[in-house]
């Protein structure tokens, strides 16, 4: 199976633009997914496909991907966006089926 | 609104079996097309996705842990499980469930997920 890696950590100052980025060979074959994650609290779904958002995740995170890089991007970044963000998705294990996560990067807005 | 909620043992002895089962409201666990998965996350570490099994029975799982891990359904409760033996101190981990789209497809992702349940390995 592949890794996904991520940058450990970025800030961005409120309300300015923070891109995340997330490399990995299976990003070649399959779309990233993207997870939130704050302290003491379950992951949660804010990206997938190519720049799919569930309900009521803000259109400030949007997403994009090239080669065997997917990003996700917020614009305009509020105070609550600061959290740890992790890429994700599905691989391969020689001929089964198989998912990874990212490395994880903490997001902190200044 | 879907949830899912994870139950089990918070402690574990070294070398003895994990059980976990996660068990899943408003909505059944045999809608078509659906995987169930679990996650887990090392104290201050990153998730690691550990299995998902189909509704029809379908399983996989991370290779790593292929020869220790067993994932079930349980349609008549809506639950689905997961039995991880031989444990040692490397399992301690906050334990999510969640329903994972697409294992198969281009896009696979989880949504939404349980709450997530601590379990420490430590005689």
């Known amino acids: 199976s592949s890794e996904l890696t991520q940058d450990p950590a970025v800030s961005v100052a409120l309300g300015q633009t923070v891109r995340i980025t997330c490399q990995g060979d299976?990003?070649?074959?399959?779309?990233a997914s993207w997870y939130q994650q704050k302290p003491g609290q379950a992951p949660r779904l804010v990206l997938y496909g190519k720049n799919n958002r569930p309900s009521g995740i803000p259109d400030r995170l949007s997403g994009s991907s090239s080669g065997n890089t997917s990003s996700l991007t917020i614009t305009g970044a509020q105070a609550e966006d600061e959290a740890d963000y992790y890429c994700?998705?599905?691989?391969?294990?020689?001929?089964?089926?198989?998912?990874?996560f990212g490395t994880g990067t903490k997001v902190t807005v200044l | 609104q879907l949830q899912l909620q994870e139950s089990g043992p918070g402690l574990v002895k070294p070398s003895e079996t994990l059980s976990l089962t996660c068990t899943v409201s408003g909505g059944s666990i045999s809608t078509s097309n659906y995987y169930w998965g679990w996650v887990r996350q090392p104290p201050g570490k990153g998730l690691e996705w550990i299995g998902s099994i189909h509704n029809s029975g379908s399983t996989y799982f991370i290779p790593s842990l292929n020869s220790r891990l067993t994932i079930s359904l349980d349609t008549s409760k809506n639950q689905f499980s997961l039995k991880l033996t031989s444990v040692t101190a490397a399992d301690t981990a906050l334990y999510y469930c969640?329903?994972?789209?697409?294992?198969?497809?281009?896009?696979?992702?989880?949504?939404?997920w349980g709450q997530g349940t601590l379990v420490t390995v430590s005689s």
């Open positions: 994700s998705s599905r691989d391969r294990s020689g001929n089964l089926p198989s998912y990874v």
């Open positions: 299976s990003l070649r074959s399959y779309f």
């Open positions: 969640a329903r994972h789209f697409g294992l198969l497809q281009f896009v696979s992702w989880f949504d939404p």
